[in-house]
């Protein structure tokens, strides 16, 4: 499986835009960029995924780099309810068994302050 | 719609005892899946289904089975707990192996 590297941990202030980075140098063709996020005591839960072009939907934004070696997560107003563990995760648009599966790294823990 | 529910929340058994936690979608998915989470740690796949009647292992599955009779089922079986297996348990469903995952709230199980 194609791996990916985040920082452990960042902080970002309430209200101000938050820019989550992850490297995927190994990335293959068929794989999508997906994103997971998760809250203290709960399960993951989704964010966003994109393959190639800048997706949005109403909780966050997804930048991907022209050769799709790294992307960054933008949460543009973060406030304390988005204080959680990001996780990035490379899903092979395949249907097939195995790509269901969700590799989890150890993400990076986004600590907001007021 | 409740989405994915697992049950119980809580549970403590002693070692060699045998459960199964619970995991029930109303969604129709077929990909349903059980992944484990220990502390400071990423989720760690047990074991996956693609369907009713079909289910293979993930990245660490000695000590559990699973079975999938129905679509919405998908019950994780801890035959003799050991305190190793002390752990958060997700289940997590999906439509199509590579669309959205929902995860459950999960169950926080301890072996003493």
């Known amino acids: 499986d194609a791996k990916t590297t985040q920082p452990n941990s960042m902080e970002s202030n309430e209200e101000e835009p938050v820019h989550l980075p992850c490297n995927h140098s190994?990335?293959?063709?068929?794989?999508?960029i997906h994103w997971y996020r998760q809250l203290p005591s709960q399960g993951p839960e989704y964010v966003i995924h994109?393959?190639?072009s800048n997706v949005n939907n109403r909780m966050a934004s997804l930048a991907i780099a022209e050769d799709r070696k790294s992307s960054t997560l933008i949460l543009h107003r973060a406030t304390l309810r988005d204080a959680a563990v990001y996780y990035c995760?490379?899903?092979?648009?395949?249907?097939?068994?195995?790509?269901?599966?969700?590799?989890f790294g150890t993400g990076t823990r986004l600590q907001v302050t007021l | 719609n409740a989405g994915v529910t697992q049950t119980p929340k809580f549970q403590v058994l002693k070692t060699g005892q045998s459960m199964t936690l619970q995991c029930a979608q109303d969604?129709?998915?077929?990909?349903m899946s059980w992944y484990r989470q220990d502390p400071g740690m990423g989720l760690r796949l047990i074991h996956y289904?693609?369907?009713?009647?079909?289910?293979d292992q993930g990245e660490v599955p000695n000590g559990y089975n699973v079975s999938r009779s129905t679509t919405e089922d998908f019950p994780l079986r801890l035959l003799s707990a050991a305190p190793s297996q002390t752990s958060v348990y997700f289940c997590?469903?999906?439509?199509?192996?590579?669309?959205?995952?929902?995860f459950g709230q999960g169950t926080r199980l301890t072996v003493v």
């Open positions: 997590a469903s999906s439509y199509r192996p590579y669309t959205e995952a929902f």
């Open positions: 190994t990335i293959s063709g068929t794989d999508y």
């Open positions: 994109g393959l190639t």
């Open positions: 995760i490379l899903r092979p648009h395949l249907n097939t068994g195995t790509a269901s599966k969700l590799t």
């Open positions: 969604m129709n998915h077929e990909y």
């Open positions: 289904s693609v369907g009713a009647g079909i289910t």
